[in-house]
């Protein structure tokens, strides 16, 4: 039996963990900023200063980072329906825990946090992959604009239930809204553990090939970038904004139209891939994405700074889905092993290019030589992807 063939006859014993991923997906988009709404609130409680407070994000990404590396084991182990119900239920306990935890025991619970969002992005992602073979670009797109609804509804869902700088109702109510989900999944019908099966033998020998081949280290090098220029851009452009013009107080606007322009990128995706191919629909957006953070660097006023974020962001919103939808249809049964590694390796971008931005600025002359950065990396993914579509284009075997 095919590949193909066994994933569409599962597709109706995954339908409820199918639709159970996308609403925890836009949970898992709440969490996965919560740090930003939150951290006045912690700080005042904990009596922290910036520096101690930092130590919170690097909790989360500690354990996110954890739970990424452990995601491809255990789900090779245990299926999906196991992992993503201990990943919703660990998040659930993580915010329960800080709600009434000290200062030490906060760290614990935000590692906590992160450590339930690294075993659940990956396997949802390839979840969503593995049940959609003839539609996975249009798909993950969906999914990943729901992550995205998620982180912008996020802000004002915990502003309006904190009541001021009472955490206790938001953390709680967000707690809950896991908490059922991790129900629903426990009681769901469970899947299996791979869509075709491999003795130990083969695919070790598998997953050796793709590790180094041209194909799988031209795409972890993209996703590399691309997640490191995607945070660098959102965490600085407001910042960017502020210097630009603060006598203004609608500097926030660009930040918020860099996002909007993320979520429309996802959602016209679908759309977009009726025309041209998934891997084309991967260089348009690099390009567009690589127009808009010219346009930011050219920027003199915020009206044209606030058009550019937004392009920036529209030209992004596709490429991490759509490479990730190639990835897995490129490396078949492969990509469920490797998928933790790659949401490992991808995700240091996102700590390491902001870092790059902040120290640029401050040793070379101010946010606009800085932000320089992530217009290279839109260069460089430019020249990776054009190698990647000619990768594509030989044979398998080649």
């Excluded at 609403?23 to 101690?52: E, K, Y």
């Excluded at 426990?186 to 299996?192: K, L, W």
Aim: proline share 6%; glycine share 12%; charged share 10%.
């Amino acid at each position: 039996m095919t590949e193909h063939e066994t994933t569409t006859q599962s597709l109706p014993r995954r339908a409820p963990i199918v639709s159970l991923a996308h609403a925890g997906f836009f949970l898992i988009g709440i969490v996965n900023t919560l740090l930003g709404p939150i951290l006045p609130s912690l700080s005042a409680r904990w009596h922290l200063d910036d520096a101690h407070a930092g130590y919170l994000f690097v909790a989360q990404f500690a354990g996110c980072i954890t739970g990424a590396a452990a995601s491809s084991p255990l789900l090779k182990r245990l299926g999906f329906q196991p992992l993503l119900t201990c990943g919703f239920a660990g998040m659930g306990l993580a915010l329960v825990g800080l709600t009434v935890s000290p200062w030490l025991g906060g760290i614990v619970s935000v590692y906590g946090l992160g450590l339930g969002l690294g075993l659940t992005i990956p396997s949802i992602n390839l979840l969503i992959a593995e049940v959609n073979p003839d539609r996975r670009a249009s798909a993950l797109n969906v999914l990943n604009f729901l992550w995205g609804a998620g982180a912008v509804a996020g802000p004002p869902f915990i502003s309006w239930l904190a009541l001021g700088t009472d955490l206790a109702r938001p953390l709680f109510s967000l707690a809950a809204l896991l908490g059922c989900t991790t129900l629903l999944l426990f009681r769901s019908v469970p899947t299996g553990r791979s869509t075709a099966e491999q003795s130990p033998a083969i695919a070790e020998a598998s997953d050796s090939r793709a590790w180094i081949s041209p194909y799988f280290l031209l795409t972890l090098l993209l996703l590399f970038i691309y997640t490191g220029t995607e945070t660098a851009t959102g965490g600085w452009i407001s910042s960017f904004a502020r210097r630009l013009d603060s006598s203004s107080h609608s500097w926030a606007i660009a930040q918020s139209l860099f996002w909007a322009g993320l979520l429309l990128g996802r959602a016209v995706a679908p759309l977009v891939l009726g025309c041209i191919s998934s891997p084309r629909l991967v260089l348009s957006g690099i390009l567009v994405a690589a127009a808009g953070l010219g346009s930011i660097l050219a920027s003199g006023k915020l009206t044209a700074l606030s058009a550019a974020a937004f392009l920036a962001g529209l030209g992004m919103g596709p490429i991490f889905p759509t490479t990730f939808a190639i990835f897995t249809e490129r490396l078949g049964t492969q990509a469920q092993r490797l998928t933790g590694p790659v949401f490992v390796l991808t995700s240091l971008g996102g700590a390491i290019m902001p870092w790059v931005v902040g120290f640029t600025s401050a040793r070379y002359g101010g946010l606009r030589t800085g932000l320089f950065v992530p217009l290279i990396g839109a260069l460089a993914m430019i020249l990776l992807q054009i190698t990647i579509l000619r990768v594509l284009a030989r044979p398998r075997n080649s």
